[in-house]
């Protein structure tokens, strides 16, 4: 089977710089599975570098899991993460009182948290193309300076862009303000 392989376009649209952060998970979807159960994330981490990436790990663990590995395309300040751990700590207390608290439960709001309240220092949004009859019209529609790079998807594409005014924009529909794109994928055949 093929791989898609996004890093080397993703390395030289989103630079991270010293001390700040991506995160990447890798997820096997319900509809690529089958099997009716919901998405599961076998594995979660940060990207400190482009160069710490261990790309034969994530290869193994895609075709392992059926699974795709995803990437924000949003970098994380360095001082973010004080504030996600104080939040983090903030949650796992009333998790400790409610009697909520499990090891998956304490993972999960870590990433729940690093993903909705950690400052970004460099936002970027995913216009989300199947249809690419469509891909050049939407490119074309996306103001001058606000294109980032775009990244293939089993589906199609992922044009990364700056956030910009969408009061003119036809396909809002299509945009994911917090998304992640498509670091490794097997391609479909």
Request: net charge positive; proline share 2%.
């Given at each position: 089977?093929?791989?898609?392989?996004?890093?080397?376009?993703?390395?030289?649209?989103?630079?991270?710089?010293?001390?700040?952060?991506?995160?990447?998970?890798?997820?096997?979807?319900?509809?690529?599975?089958?099997?009716?159960?919901?998405?599961?994330?076998?594995?979660?981490?940060?990207?400190?570098?482009?160069?710490?990436?261990?790309?034969?790990?994530?290869?193994?663990?895609?075709?392992?899991?059926?699974?795709?590995?995803?990437?924000?395309?949003?970098?994380?300040?360095?001082?973010?993460?004080?504030?996600?751990?104080?939040?983090?700590?903030?949650?796992?207390?009333?998790?400790?009182?409610?009697?909520?608290?499990?090891l998956h439960g304490v993972q999960n709001q870590f990433w729940n948290v690093m993903d909705n309240d950690a400052p970004i220092s460099d936002k970027n949004w995913i216009i989300d193309v199947d249809d690419q009859s469509l891909k050049q019209v939407i490119v074309d529609s996306i103001p001058d300076g606000f294109f980032v790079c775009e990244t293939k998807t089993p589906n199609g594409c992922h044009i990364i862009c700056k956030p910009f005014d969408l009061r003119d924009f036809k396909y809002r529909d299509m945009i994911h303000k917090k998304g992640m794109t498509i670091l490794l994928a097997t391609e479909k055949s």
């Open positions: 089977m093929t791989m898609i392989n996004n890093l080397h376009i993703l390395q030289e649209a989103i630079p991270i710089k010293d001390g700040e952060l991506l995160t990447y998970q890798v997820i096997s979807r319900k509809k690529d599975r089958g099997d009716g159960k919901s998405s599961i994330v076998h594995y979660q981490d940060w990207i400190r570098s482009w160069d710490s990436i261990d790309i034969e790990l994530l290869s193994f663990y895609a075709n392992h899991f059926n699974a795709r590995v995803y990437v924000s395309t949003c970098v994380r300040k360095p001082l973010g993460i004080v504030q996600v751990c104080s939040k983090l700590i903030q949650r796992l207390c009333e998790m400790m009182v409610t009697g909520s608290m499990s």
